[in-house]
């Protein structure tokens, strides 16, 4: 029996990751490029509707009860598309449980889908560091965070990641953290990377999500600040020797770094 009883939902809240917007407006502040994409467009690797997609989902998906909670009350907020696949927070979960990860960084929690996925598989004091900037999203998760009894593994901080990310540096915490995810505006995220390197450990990982940014990185526009940003963050990893590298076709695109 498929462990989620709602494929069709499962579909849209983790295929619905590759439909998203250049430039939205969220909670009446404007974000570009957190998500990617335009709404009526599937962006997925494998679309949305693919019997493919369902089979993957179907044969390999295994999401807690309370992750599956998140999903589905996320799904019901007006820009539940930006949260992650459930497929690809799978793999991080197991990414983290592989290195053995204490010590991980978040930044774009929204309701917290993906920080509550990697706090039910670090050891009781382990840590996520949540970064957003927007603590309404974070308040519809927390009840759920509490509920799977992992919420004292959650720091939150709301402010803007680049300041946690400095304060974190500032506090001699370089080279302590095991697992970082890349998952907010589009156009720092060079900058998140490089502070992610100098946190991250030897043999730590660094997840940064919407590398394909819907397709656009093969063709990239001159006027589009986002994916341009995605498009020379690709190019530079690729020649980055400090790392190891793989960019996996799953949801909007997944880049691994590995630290050297
Ligand atoms: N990783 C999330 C999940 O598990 O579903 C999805 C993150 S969503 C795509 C992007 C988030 O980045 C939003 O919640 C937004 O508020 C946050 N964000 C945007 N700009 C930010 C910034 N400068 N610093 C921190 N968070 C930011
Ligand atoms: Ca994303």
Redesign the pocket.
Known sequence: MPLLSLPKEVAVGTAMLGIAFATGV?AGKR?PS??FGTPKSSKSVIGKNSPLWQYILDHSLREHPILKKLRLL?MEHPWGR???SSDE?QLMANLVKLIKAKKVI??????????L?MALVLPDNGRVIA????ED?AKIGKPLWKEAGVEHKIDLRI????QTLDELLANGEAETFDFA?I???KE?YNEYYEKCLRLIRKGGIIAI?NVFFGGNVVKPRKNDLAVQSIHRLNEKLLRDSRIGISMLPMADGVTLAFKL
């Not at 970064?131 to 927007?134: A, G, H, L, R």
């Not at 402010?159 to 680049?162: E, Q």
């Open positions: 969220l974000y957190l998500i996320t930006m949260m992650v927070a978040e930044i774009g929690v929204f309701t917290g889908y993906n920080a996925n970064c957003d900037i927007n999203y402010k803007p990641a680049i995810f998952d907010a505006d720092s999500d």
